[in-house]
């Protein structure tokens, strides 16, 4: 179902217009109308308010795409840990990301990495803090490795035998 005919179907269920839905929202009707065709998109603070004026949830109305829309960057930021596990698991033999709700209920997160008496924790601000160091630290490693020749000719010198292209 798409946006637009899970915003009509909530407006019909709670047995609104699109006049008396326009006018909770502060918007107009032909607003309206072209978020239920699906011409438009609403803005996610209008998703907001249109889900507490029609008493359900954001994701309700937009599913899967809330997520894309609330947290942009969530599966690079998702790729950047499970890659990161994957590292100190291989250096380590174990890693995993670990969250605890704190008393006042935010939450908090640590790395458990190693086995048995070897295994040790990872603070995870501080790691996502080494986030921006390793950007930092790998661009001029890249600097010094990358190979500036045209893709074609790297591609012809693998053809030819070299399975580790040189500049």
């Known amino acids: 179902m798409s946006i637009g005919e899970s915003i009509r179907k909530a407006r019909n269920e709670k047995n609104f217009t699109q006049a008396e839905l326009s006018a909770?929202?502060?918007?107009?009707?032909h607003t309206i109308q072209r978020y239920e065709s699906?011409?438009?998109v609403p803005p996610l603070e209008v998703i907001e308010k249109m889900a507490e004026v029609l008493e359900t949830t954001p994701f309700k109305l937009m599913g899967n795409e809330l997520w894309d829309v609330k947290f942009?960057?969530?599966?690079?930021d998702?790729?950047?840990?499970?890659s990161f596990i994957a590292i100190l698991t291989d250096i380590y033999g174990?890693?995993?990301?670990k969250i605890v709700k704190r008393n006042d209920g935010s939450y908090s997160g640590y790395?458990?990495?190693?086995k048995g008496k070897d295994s040790f924790i990872l603070d995870k601000t501080r790691v996502d803090n080494s986030y921006t160091l390793t950007k930092e630290i790998i661009k001029p490693l890249?600097?010094?490795i990358?190979?500036?020749?045209?893709?074609?000719?790297i591609i012809n010198e693998i053809l030819n035998g070299s399975d580790n292209p040189s500049k």
């Open 24 to 29: 909770a929202l502060g918007k107009t009707v």
């Open 38 to 40: 699906g011409k438009i």
């Open 72 to 76: 942009p960057n969530m599966q690079r």
């Open 78 to 82: 998702v790729s950047i840990v499970d």
């Open 94 to 97: 174990y890693a995993e990301l």
């Open 111 to 114: 790395y458990l990495v190693g």
């Open 142 to 144: 890249i600097e010094k």
């Open 146 to 153: 990358k190979d500036i020749r045209p893709e074609d000719e």
